[in-house]
């Protein structure tokens, strides 16, 4: 058995873990780190450009190799397994939540409050808002101050968005740039700056966009960090004795029968909302027979996110799709829900669209067009009035149903069980879920009636759950919780977890930025205890 | 009148290339096959780019077959994601839809593009229904190679700004400022 010793082990290589080991780095330098990440590293930015140009001619996927075909999970959103983790092809959105949030208990009777302040909060988000060089303007509604400004003014409007937000704001609802993890005035931390290639989704060719992987380059380069990568931690091992964790078993790809023991005085589990529950119910011993850090039970409950309703408005304004579709217009006007109010929380979104507007084969009456007439036909389409995408994430609440659970239907190549997870809202929500459908098709219906507008369809609900976190949910109390607000567990004193599996509820906006800015939290309080 | 002169050219040149002919890579279209692929081109492009950006558009499309990789990872999802690889290279079912479109054109008269426009349509229309090509594919999807062709034409960046005639540039490199005005229109700099 080969043996890897270290001060601190991070298991699992996203962008969490990484915000985490430069935090780490810079408060404790010296301190031997080392990351051990399941999937492979993909650090060939230099053929970025051509998979690019892949991805929009073939379909191909730009990140080869980021999947282990046999380490899959039931409900799960993405594949992605490597190096960076899911933000490797994130879309750079950094939406703060807000108060409410964190008070849901206290000022709605609702789900529960987070174990951390706002104010508390705050400041990791103005940390985190730096580390990722975020573009965005303050935002309209007085009740979201921040303390530091942002890095960088606000990704500047394309022509298309100033006139969605011409339209959109006649509705009486305030709309800003969706503030954005990308280089926007000029390059910065080795990346370049923004070309609007518009594939943030997909792969960024100039790097603009935060990507994990130029941060783990540097760290890697400047000896910081020790990366393992292609090594499944099947197994988190116990003291003799203690409630210590002693080591990580890790299975290297190319290896399966050899095992190598990852040994350090502090563990950080930052595999996410999937595989780091998956991971503690998978080291079930004799001591802790329900899995790790769960002598609450709570592990792989109060799986959360959030879910969402869309729709397309069609409105006189002529725009022209293409100019820069991954940006968006957000509002914060119902973030905020007077108590007593029926309870209703969301973001509300607007992006341009080509919906209705793409070339079609055949006309209305089923002929076949061919060149000009297909032109033509497109033209007569797509430069009478424009498409809106119009989205809304609402407040999903979870019940202590909505799990991950190991399944042994599935497993890979060792045997273990794969995870399976099935959201499920609390009693609340479920009742709810009908007026918050309601209302939102009440302020679509409210914003396309500007300029002759109107919504193509019914709005429809997401049939899973965008941005997903929980599963080893904070709190104060050890009976209710898996971790404190800093993610230490409560089983165990040298076991953290960190980022999207901690947070208690989903919120209603994209979660990227708050599962860092937890992260970045987790880090000082680690390095506190060194 | 020109034209139709060097497409005859081309066509009796096309007949000699068989004694000529080297061996064809699976993924590349035999000459012949191409010269019927830019013939039908003339039909089924808009005639706003021209001859020259018609044959340019048949370069780009056969660049593309050349291009085309077998059991490649394609876009796994997000929110309900699964692996799906790349099928084999379109080519030689390409070459044998080329082959077919020739013959039925022939059958009919001569070379598909000397044909009415609503004898064209109708051979078309049959190829689109035996291949089971409905829609125009969001990319070529290798069902038939004149849809794909179109889809891959249609679908570009340089079909986009055609449409509204503007200088959009989807998904190429921009200046963030020079998506903050109105685009201008091509015809404009």
Redesign the interface.
């Known amino acids: 058995m080969a043996v890897h010793e270290s001060d601190v082990c991070v298991i699992g290589g996203g962008i969490t873990a990484v915000m985490l080991i430069e935090r780490l780095a810079q408060l404790k330098p010296g301190l031997r780190i080392t990351v051990v990440e399941a999937g492979r590293s993909i650090f060939d930015r230099e053929n970025r450009p051509t998979y690019h140009r892949r991805a929009i001619e073939y379909g191909e996927h730009p990140w080869h190799g980021d999947y282990i075909e046999d380490q899959t999970a039931k409900g799960w959103i993405s594949m992605t397994m490597a190096v960076g983790g899911q933000a490797l092809h994130w879309g750079g959105a950094c939406n703060r939540f807000s108060e409410e949030d964190l008070r849901l208990r206290s000022m709605y009777g609702l789900s529960t409050d987070w174990p951390i302040t706002w104010t508390e909060l705050e400041k990791y988000y103005v940390q985190a808002e730096h580390r990722l060089n975020v573009a965005g303007d303050p935002s309209p509604y007085a009740e979201d101050r921040r303390s530091a400004p942002y890095s960088q003014p606000a990704m500047p409007l394309s022509y298309n968005l100033q006139t969605l937000k011409k339209w959109a704001e006649q509705s009486g609802l305030k709309f800003s740039p969706l503030p954005m993890s990308r280089n926007v005035t000029a390059p910065a931390d080795g990346r370049g700056q923004c070309g609007l290639y518009d594939t943030c989704g997909d792969v960024c060719p100039t790097g603009a966009r935060y990507s994990p992987d130029y941060t783990y380059q540097q760290l890697i380069a400047a000896r910081k960090v020790t990366l393992h990568d292609r090594m499944l931690i099947r197994k988190l091992v116990l003291a003799d004795g203690s409630d210590r964790i002693v080591a990580a078993q890790g299975y290297h790809q190319d290896r399966p029968n050899d095992v190598t023991d990852y040994r350090a005085k502090w563990f950080v589990l930052a595999s996410g909302q999937c595989w780091s529950p998956h991971l503690l119910l998978l080291s079930a011993n004799a001591r802790f027979p329900n899995g790790l850090a769960n002598r609450s039970g709570t592990v792989g409950r109060y799986m959360n996110g959030h879910k969402f309703i869309s729709a397309q408005a069609m409105i006189d304004e002529q725009t022209f799709p293409g100019q820069n579709m991954t940006h968006s217009l957000i509002s914060r006007e119902h973030f905020r829900c007077a108590p007593g109010a029926p309870f209703v929380r969301h973001d509300t979104r607007v992006w341009e669209s080509s919906a209705g507007k793409e070339p079609r084969l055949r006309a209305a009456d089923g002929r076949l067009l061919l060149g000009d007439e297909l032109l033509d036909e497109w033209r007569s389409r797509a430069t009478r009035g424009s498409s809106v995408r119009l989205r809304a994430y609402y407040d999903s609440h979870p019940s202590a149903d909505s799990r991950l659970t190991l399944d042994p239907s599935s497993t890979n190549r060792y045997g273990d069980p794969m995870p399976k997870i099935d959201r499920q809202l609390d009693a609340a929500a479920t009742a709810r879920e009908a007026a918050t459908l309601a209302h939102c098709t009440s302020v679509f219906e409210r914003m396309a009636k500007a300029s002759n507008g109107r919504l193509t369809g019914a709005p429809t609900v997401s049939d899973y759950w965008d941005h997903p976190a929980g599963g080893c949910r904070m709190g104060t109390d050890p009976a209710s919780s898996v971790c404190d607000s800093y993610g230490r567990t409560h089983d165990h004193e040298n076991l953290y977890v960190i980022g999207a599996p901690t947070l208690p509820t989903g919120g209603c906006t994209n979660g990227t930025l708050t599962f860092v800015a937890v992260s970045l939290r987790s880090a000082d309080r680690i390095a506190e205890g060194l | 009148m020109k034209r139709r002169g060097a497409l005859k050219t081309l066509a009796s040149a096309a007949v000699a290339l068989p004694l000529l002919r080297v061996e064809l890579r699976a993924d590349e279209l035999p000459a012949d096959q191409v010269f019927v692929l830019r013939d039908v081109a003339?039909?089924?492009?808009?005639?706003?780019i021209g001859s020259k950006g018609q044959n340019d558009a048949v370069d780009n499309f056969l660049r593309?077959i050349r291009e085309?990789?077998e059991g490649?990872?394609?876009?796994?999802g997000?929110?309900?994601?699964?692996?799906v690889k790349?099928g084999p290279t379109p080519a030689p079912g390409y070459t044998k839809q080329l082959v077919a479109l020739q013959q039925a054109a022939q059958a009919r008269g001569g070379r598909f593009g000397t044909l009415s426009?609503e004898m064209?349509?109708q051979l078309?229309?049959d190829a689109?229904k035996a291949a089971d090509?409905?829609?125009?594919p969001?990319?070529p999807d290798g069902k038939h190679v004149v849809?794909d062709l179109?889809a891959h034409y249609?679908?570009s960046?340089a079909?986009?700004d055609?449409?509204?005639d503007?200088r959009?540039?989807?998904?190429?490199?921009?200046?963030?400022?020079v998506?903050?005005?109105?685009?201008p229109a091509l015809g404009r700099k």
Do not use: Q
């Open positions: 003339a039909t089924v492009l808009p005639s706003a593309w085309y990789k490649v990872a394609l876009s796994h997000y929110g309900e994601p699964r692996l790349s426009l064209r349509r078309l229309d689109f090509v409905r829609t125009l969001g990319r849809a179109m249609f679908r960046s079909a986009n055609l449409c509204y503007a959009i540039g989807r998904n190429t490199y921009r200046a963030i400022r998506t903050t005005v109105r685009p």
